[in-house]
């Protein structure tokens, strides 16, 4: 059984359009992230989530909204897509922090997002 | 703020032959984790070794091995008797709290 699924896998849209990427963990984990990955293979976190609160938010622009129907999925919206979005984009979970001590991220495939 | 540096962006090994990836980071902190996170080709990452800050003792999973010197805030991979599959890039990532950093990776390639 897959641990951290995303789907779609590949992603190819319009600029201008609106899309989302889902994120479904099976871990029982009580956090989840997404990070976006550049094309030098560089990862950079974007949202964390915790319980379904949110607990992280980067600077990224407020066109991306994560939304946490509950704490087994998070997944990513993106308005009014842009070419510069294009990335591909990983979801994660790990069991809740405690004492200031950072648990393991199980990683999902991936997203490959393309904007044309 | 937490910073994390691999400054080699790709390296190459013989197959069978030993090589280490090297990662510097920078915090203020006394208790945190240190991680070697693989990305083969196909994209998923998976947690190649972890170390806690508070332990003294090196990390190791099999061929896998961490050199951790806390003081020169120093978390270095060994790979030894490196095998085609390794090839991937690697990332350096510090962890504390409710965040994660990552270094901006190493491309490594196994030599046939």
């Known amino acids: 059984d897959t641990a951290v699924s995303q789907t779609p896998k590949y992603l190819v849209t319009q600029m201008g359009n609106d899309k989302s990427i889902k994120c479904e963990q099976n871990l029982g984990h009580d956090t989840m992230y997404w990070y976006k990955q550049d094309s030098k293979k560089f990862l950079k976190i974007m949202f964390s989530?915790?319980?379904?609160?949110?607990?992280i938010n980067e600077t990224v622009p407020n066109r991306f909204s994560p939304k946490s129907p509950d704490k087994a999925h998070l997944n990513l919206h993106i308005n009014s897509l842009e070419l510069g979005d294009s990335a591909v984009y990983f979801c994660?979970?790990?069991?809740?922090?405690?004492?200031?001590?950072?648990?393991?991220?199980?990683f999902g495939p991936g997203t490959r997002l393309t904007v044309l | 703020a937490q910073t994390v540096t691999q400054s080699q962006p790709e390296m190459s090994v013989q197959e069978a032959e030993t090589v280490t990836l090297s990662c510097t980071y920078d915090t203020s902190e006394s208790d945190y984790y240190l991680f070697w996170y693989k990305q083969p080709p196909s994209r998923q990452m998976i947690l190649v070794i972890r170390q806690e800050a508070y332990k003294q003792q090196n990390a190791t999973e099999n061929r896998f091995s961490v050199n951790f010197q806390k003081a020169a805030k120093s978390f270095s991979l060994k790979i030894s008797d490196s095998q085609l599959g390794d090839a991937a890039m690697y990332s350096c990532a510090y962890s504390r709290d409710d965040k994660i950093i990552f270094g901006k990776g190493t491309r490594l390639h196994i030599l046939p």
């Open positions: 994660a979970s790990s069991q809740a922090v405690t004492g200031g001590i950072y648990n393991e991220q199980f």
């Open positions: 989530y915790n319980n379904k609160e949110l607990i």
